[in-house]
Nanobody
Framework: QVQLVESGGGLVQAGGSLRLSCASS????????MAWFRQAPGREREFVGS????????YHADSVKGRFTISRDNAKSTLYLQMDSLKPEDTAVYYC????????????????WGQGTQVTVSS
């Protein structure tokens, strides 16, 4: 079992920055992949980016590439999402997720999920 707890959401003006954290516990994350997803009201859950925990190799969705950065702190078993140049369309509940094996952009591939943290970007 892997437990995930997100934090760091909030209200920010367009053009601002936020950093989300996802603290994990329960198992070491070697051989796991972790990802960030987001879901706005009335919309499907959307892939934001992922990281292979062992290698640190990251993938970012085109919609956030160049603005968002995924990283991890192995010693703290914590995943991060640095969000810069935020836009109102980035408003959503952001979730972190984990799966054994390689990364994947489909939410159906992930079996462990955090409770989500709200990010609201005002214009």
């Amino acid at each position: 079992q892997v437990q995930l707890v997100e934090s760091g959401g909030g209200l920010v003006q367009a053009g601002g920055s936020l950093r989300l954290s996802c603290a994990s516990s329960g198992r070491t994350l070697t051989s796991y992949a972790m990802a960030w997803f987001r879901q706005a009201p009335g919309r499907e859950r959307e892939f934001v980016g992922s990281i292979d925990w062992s290698s640190g190799y990251t993938y970012h969705a085109d919609s956030v590439k160049g603005r968002f950065t995924i990283s991890r702190d192995n010693a703290k078993s914590t995943l991060y999402l640095q969000m810069d140049s935020l836009k109102p369309e980035d408003t959503a509940v952001y979730y972190c997720a984990a799966k054994w094996g390689g990364t994947n952009s489909s939410p159906r591939a992930y079996i462990y999920w955090g409770q989500g943290t709200q990010v609201t970007v005002s214009s």
